[in-house]
């Protein structure tokens, strides 16, 4: 969805969606109303999420402002990641052959595996007697 050079699109990975606002600034990153080093405190987590934007060579292009929620830390950057690229698409339609060599373009599909009935857990069995 485009209003006016403004860029919004939804991210998601595990159970994080990240809804993400891309518009023409200096490059400043705020998640959920906090600076970008605020939010995510380890260097992996952020390296994540500005991927996009460094394999495409358009950081300080973009002001991105991003709702995140549901889901841990990891998660949320894989959400984070797959919504600015989606954004950065339709942006620049041009930049999808690189985004997609990268796999940023495809979500991650891997969810957590449901508990089975009579099971200890998705794949765990509660251990076996034989007498």
């Known amino acids: 969805m485009e209003i006016d ?3 919004y699109a939804t991210g998601k990975r595990k159970r994080a969606v990240a809804r993400t606002w891309l518009t023409p600034g200096k490059g400043e ?3 959920n109303n906090m600076p970008i080093d605020d939010y995510f405190s380890t260097d992996t987590t952020k390296a994540i999420l500005t991927q996009p934007l460094v394999y495409t060579d358009t950081q300080g292009m973009f002001d991105i402002k991003i709702r995140v929620k549901g889901g841990g830390i990891s998660g ?5 990641r797959h919504g600015i690229t989606k954004a950065l698409l339709q942006a620049n339609p041009d930049l999808r ?3 997609k060599k990268a796999g940023f373009v495809r979500r991650d ?10 099971q200890k857990g998705a794949r765990a069995r509660f251990q076996f007697s034989k007498r």
């Open 109 to 118: 599909p891997r969810i957590k595996e449901r508990k089975k009935y009579g």
């Open 76 to 80: 949320q950057a894989g959400a984070i």
């Open 5 to 7: 050079n403004i860029y």
């Open 29 to 31: 990153i705020t998640v």
């Open 97 to 99: 052959q690189i985004l």
